[in-house]
């Protein structure tokens, strides 16, 4: 049966966007492209896109210089644009579900229904109890047009909108293997603006939250401390200072640390929401990923902090990959940044 063209995955970060291309081989799948090309730090402001143009020139750059064909492409939301809830409703079908959905929506999402595009999960049924419960995905019309647009300015032809933390799911599943019976996997991305938490129980999302914390805290408090600029300061915080160039002052690693066990506080109130909401007590193992991780205070605060099995997410785990082009030591400065473009490049246009 025809499985439909794999599609090119696009992740559209706040610090850089992201793009994955694989090709299928043999039951699995090889890495035709991967690239990534940082932004301007003020083209995409809690999560809106204030600069179009400077975004979708930088996509066209790496069109062009990977020669990429395929114009068809999936892309993310995430964090300021969209909205996750998890609903139980009475039982019903695939079609009385998108007939009372509407009503749902006014329910549960403080904006206009008028104004927002949505969709659902369904997660399991038990008509014993009569219950079903189901995701309901909701993000305000202009948001998701804005991340479109930017696409298609760069010559793409958006195929699928999907969410940051269900294209993590699907990297995991892919990457990781189907789940046993009651393992329960989570994967935490922190980016720049947003952090995308999923839990997996049974391979069946279980829990999901994005919170609109990243690496620009660190960067915004190193600045503000230390009085300099935006972009000094983010080189202060990735170790990246150049020959001849200042010192790293000593500060940085404390507020570095400081503000790394904010998020890692704020991460671990959410485990435990997760924990209150389920009856679980622990999670089998919890990879995280996202650029901020690449810093080694970070990640060990997190495992003090989450006292959680976490181990670095590697989603291009277990992928065979073009050798020409790709090395494993490119692939491991990508690997961390990728997640959220691997699990996007995994969807295919079935049309
Ligand atoms: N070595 C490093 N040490 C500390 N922070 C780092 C390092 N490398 C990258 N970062 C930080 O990681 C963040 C970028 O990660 P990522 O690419 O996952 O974010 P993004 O996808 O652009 O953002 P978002 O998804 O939140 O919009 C930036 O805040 C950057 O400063
Ligand atoms: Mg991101």
Not at 92 to 106: F, G, Q, R, T, Y
Not at 315 to 343: C, D, I, K
Request: with cysteine.
């Amino acid at each position: 049966m025809a499985k439909g063209k794999l599609l090119l995955g696009l992740d559209i970060g706040s610090s850089s966007v992201k793009m994955c291309l694989l090709k299928d081989v043999r039951n699995t799948y090889e890495i035709d492209l991967i690239d990534r090309e940082e932004i301007p730090s003020d083209a995409i402001v809690e999560g809106s896109i204030l600069d179009r143009s400077s975004v979708s020139r930088k996509i066209r750059a790496m069109l062009a210089r990977n020669k990429v064909r395929q114009k068809q492409c999936a892309i993310a939301i995430s964090g300021y644009s969209v909205i996750v809830k998890r609903l139980r409703l009475a039982n019903m079908s695939d079609e009385e579900l998108a007939m009372s959905i509407k009503w749902e929506v006014e329910q549960h999402i403080p904006y206009d229904s008028n104004e927002v595009v949505y969709d659902t999960v369904v997660l399991g049924r038990s008509p014993q109890q009569n219950s079903m419960d189901i995701l309901l995905v909701a993000s305000k019309r202009d948001a998701v047009n804005d991340y479109i647009s930017v696409a298609k300015d760069a010559g793409l032809d958006v195929k699928i909108v999907d969410v940051a933390s269900f294209a993590l799911q699907n990297m995991v599943e892919t990457v990781y293997g189907e789940a046993g019976i009651g393992d329960c996997t989570g994967v935490i991305n922190i980016g720049a603006s947003v952090t995308s938490m999923t839990m997996m129980t049974d391979g069946v999302t279980a829990f999901t939250r994005d919170i609109t914390i990243g690496g620009n805290q660190i960067t915004e408090e190193i600045q503000k401390k230390l009085g300099i600029t935006r972009e000094e300061a983010e080189n202060f915080k990735t170790g990246n200072v150049l020959e001849g160039g200042a010192m790293i002052p000593r500060e940085v690693e404390d507020i570095t640390c400081q503000v790394s066990e904010m998020i890692a506080n704020e991460i671990k109130r959410s485990i435990s929401f997760f924990y209150e909401t389920t009856g679980r007590e622990s999670i089998d193992r919890l990879l995280v990923c996202g650029g901020v991780v690449k810093n080694a205070s970070t990640l060990r605060i997190l495992e003090e902090t989450l006292g959680e099995n976490i181990v670095l997410a590697n989603p291009f785990m277990n992928l065979s990959y073009n050798t020409r082009l790709y090395s494993p030591e490119s692939l491991e400065s990508l690997a961390l940044e990728s997640a959220v473009a691997l699990g996007l490049a995994l969807r295919r246009n079935v049309e």
